[in-house]
């Protein structure tokens, strides 16, 4: 397994001291029932929301773990898939994946144990090293620790530079990863075809609280809609609602868009003046796939799409 040490330099970072400590401060474990977490995941042929949630325990080699399940809303959040198995003991959390649809984990990591978290930190200049995109192990530094005020109560926050997101007690990573909750592999990739997810919102179900969400947490909805776009598609972003298709528009090179059967008939046009989306009214057309192509004066992006 390859090894890199990126140092404080290569981080672009200058360490600071730690904020006191609130003295109404008090630790928020991440293992804990009654809470969900939700993430916009995508990549170049499709977006979904996925939320995780603990239920139940279970003993593995004398260790107590909670069960961790995902649904999505691919499967109308109806179908509840076993994720694997976390603990926490110390301020570090333990994760054991089962679920193979975790994108971007090591193959010879499911089903084992692996350090998924660690919130214990008390300085500027402790390490941390982190499971990386394709089996690399990356050690980084601590850079700052702060606090920050949830429903009232304050939360340490942990950064580690500028090429990392930040941690947050009881939340996770805030920002755009390669894995998920109980897959957090939170280097930012450059590419555009890779797996990505980015947690959205966490829930109090017990109490019904929203503990955290972000900003702009309609858009990752709106995005993620309810629609299949397929693969082989030219990474366009589709979203589909009830009765309504839409498109992504990420330039002013474009003249119109064109839905299509599969037949290959044109069943509806839009002309695009600059606009930023467009979007196609689906509830008279019959379920099947359909082609959906933006076209310019140098040529024609398009993704196949499912309506249902």
């Known amino acids: 397994m390859k090894r890199i040490i990126a140092s404080v330099a290569a981080l672009g970072c200058t360490l600071s001291s730690v904020a006191q400590q609130p003295a109404e401060y008090e630790y928020v474990p991440m293992v804990r029932e009654g809470v969900e977490w939700e993430y916009y995941a995508w990549d170049m042929s499709y977006s979904e929301i996925i939320k995780f949630h603990f239920d139940g ?21 109806s179908t509840q898939i076993l994720a694997g198995y976390m603990r926490e003991d110390n301020r570090k959390v333990y994760s054991i994946a089962i679920d193979s649809k975790h994108y971007g984990m090591p193959w010879d990591i499911y089903g084992k144990e692996y350090l998924s978290y660690n919130f214990d930190y008390d300085n500027t200049g402790d390490t941390e090293t982190i499971m990386a995109f394709r089996n690399d192990i990356i050690e980084y530094i601590v850079s700052d620790i702060s606090f920050m005020t949830i429903n009232d109560k304050p939360r340490r926050k942990i950064k580690f530079g500028t090429t990392v997101p930040a941690l947050i007690e009881g939340l996770g990573y805030m920002g755009n990863q390669h894995g998920s909750l109980i897959t957090p592999q939170p280097l930012l990739l ?29 858009t990752y909805i709106e995005w993620a809609g309810t629609g299949d776009v397929e693969s082989g598609s030219d990474g366009l972003q589709v979203m589909q609602g009830d009765g309504w298709l839409r498109i992504k528009v990420d330039c002013n090179c474009y003249r119109r ?16 003046q600059g606009e930023s ?23 024609i992006r398009s993704a196949k799409v499912r309506i249902k």
């Not at 909670?66 to 959040?77: E, I, Q, V």
Request: with cysteine; glycine share 6%; net charge negative.
């Open 277 to 299: 989306e467009a979007e196609f009214t689906t509830e008279w057309l019959p379920a099947g796939v359909y082609v959906v192509s933006l076209i310019s004066d140098t040529g």
């Open 257 to 272: 868009a064109e839905l299509t059967n599969a037949k290959g008939t044109v069943v509806d046009t839009v002309t695009l």
């Open 57 to 77: 325990e279970k003993t593995i080699n004398g260790k107590t773990y909670k069960r961790c399940y995902r649904t999505s809303n691919k499967d109308d959040f």
């Open 190 to 218: 450059s590419c555009s075809d890779c797996y990505r997810a980015e947690l959205i919102a966490v829930r109090d179900t017990k109490n019904g609280v929203t503990e955290w969400k972000k900003e702009n947490y309609d």
